[in-house]
Structures are given as C-alpha cells and as structure tokens.
C-alpha cells in the first residue's frame, strides 16, 4: 500500500552541483537563503525547487516533517539529522511563543558584524536565553546598544533558569511543571501593597515580588505582550531567575504567589496553578539535581 505522503520519486529534485558547508548552529533559512545567492535565484525559489509545496523560509525554519527533512537533505547532499538540526521543529509547544520571528540577539564573540546578514545563528531566534548556546557569553541586541543588565547579581540563579527553559523547549525535559509556564505565570501582573502614589498597573508583575528591583526596571515599551512575550536582554536575567527560584521552592510558592493578585488575574492564575496540581510533569526530575 502505498504510504499517503509519499511523493513520486521521479518528481523528486535532483541533487545541487555545488553545496555549501552549514555554519555551526545555522538556520535553515540561512543556509537556503546562501546558496539562493549562489545560484542567483530569490530564497523562495530555491526551497521550492527542494519543496514545491513550501509556503515560506519562516515556515521551513519552524515546521518541517520528515519527509521534508529527507527532501532536502537529498537536494542538498547532506544527512537528514544536519538539516533537522538547523531548524527549530523540535521545540515544544509550550516554549514556541517565546521564539522569535526574526534575529534579535547576537554574540559578540560568535556571531557576524551586523551589516552582514549571515549566516544566521538558531540561537539569535532563541528568547529564553541571554547567554550564547556555543560560547557561553554574554549575548547583545543586534539593533540597539542595551545597558547593562541591573540583574547582574542573579546571573548564578538565571544561568540555572536558562537551562531549565531551554531543556524544556530543546528536548522536552521538564521538572514538577513546566519552566515556560512558569515564566508566563510571573509576568502576569500583580497589584503592589500598599498602592503606591501615582500606581501604574503595568508596572507590576508577579516578578517583581520575588525580584523586588524589578518594578523598577521596567520601562513601557520593553513591557512583553502576548504576541511578543520575549523580554529585551537586560531584563531577562530576572524571568529567568525567577523561573529557577519558583521551580525550585515548588508549587507552594505560586500558591505564595497568588496573594499578591486580583480580580480576574487571580482567577486566571489560580485556575494556572489548579491545573498543574492537578496534571504533574511525569519527569520528576529533582529540582536539587539542576543546582549542580
Ligand atoms: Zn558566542
């Protein structure tokens, strides 16, 4: 029986004269887009010789099966586990809206000066890190200079938080619950006691109640919103703190949490926290492990 996805092998594109070598960590679209350059064709073009029925490089980077993956690396000479690797298919659902839509980071050490285009690195995609996945340094913003991060003292607990988020979106690890959940809960907002003078609601998250600093440091336009929940590089040293101190005090601390909330907020946190009592992560990882 002929399987439902198959497609005809002599339809199937023959392989490229000439390849180019994947930089380490490229993403996909990068490397398409290089050899596009190559062939003085548009990126679009040169997917769709590969995958007629591709919508987009973004698509590809994000979203390829395995029949895909065995596609391409067929047209490209290369084993299906390099082209796998260059793209983020493997991150799980719960960490995916914390990817980003377009390079936002890069390292000093690692990545190219920023009037080259690329290679793009999959790590710039990445919105749980603030360290670089190949060298360990300290990452940048690619379009602005930041100041640096007034976090610097929780670097420790961060790098810990960091690992925690990217275990769970990179390989599905997660430990009593999940780190990215966890993360979403204490950007919800909180209501300070007392209300200070001249209250702005925006201003206060449930962060800040474990980071006090926090309330401080937040400025408007670097507020994450739901269709950009990706917080700028100073501030992510705090998220990903936090994220390491709730998981390890466990759910007692949300419930902890959940005082310094209101109204719907607080039933939608609850209803957060009731449902990850209710539904444990079966990998019980110890939490003392990750301190190692
Ligand atoms: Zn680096």
Redo the contacts with the bound molecule.
Sequence with gaps: MPKPHSHNAGTSSRPLPVTLAPHTDELLSSWISRHAEFYAVPPLEMLRHCLPEASSLHAADRSLNGDHVIRLAGVFSTEPATVRRMTLSNIVQSSRRLLAGQPLQS?P??HPAKDEARPVRRGQLLGWRFT?P??G?LLRHTDRHDRPSPFGRYHGAALIGERLLDDEAERGVRTWTSPAEIARLLLMRRVPRPIPRGYEPWRFRVLGAIIPDLDDAIERRSLPTPAHPILPLPLRPALLAGVAMVERSGPEMLKMLRRHMMGQNQVRFSSAIDEIATHPCRSMASSQLQLI
Excluded: I, M, V
């Design positions: 390292c050490a690692c670089c190949l060298c340094g």
